[in-house]
């Protein structure tokens, strides 16, 4: 049986939680800052949990060695 390689877009992309949640950045926040309010910058730093039922395909079809 061959390997189960994680994919690579996903290795930079996501981080696993030690509980197991799948962690990101939040999107719109790469370019463009001029355009956008002081608000909605100062709200997009840090980063957010993916929704479960995303998580969960992205473990099983990107991540699969955690």
Do not use: C, W
Request: net charge positive.
């Amino acid at each position: 049986m061959p390997k189960l390689k994680t994919k690579s877009a996903a290795k930079k992309r996501f981080k696993l939680t030690a509980t197991g949640k799948v962690k990101r950045a939040h999107q719109g926040k790469r370019h463009g800052m001029i355009k956008r309010t002081n608000k909605q910058i100062r709200n997009l730093r840090g980063t957010t949990l993916v929704f479960e039922g995303d998580a969960r395909k992205i473990i099983k079809n990107y991540l699969p060695n955690g």
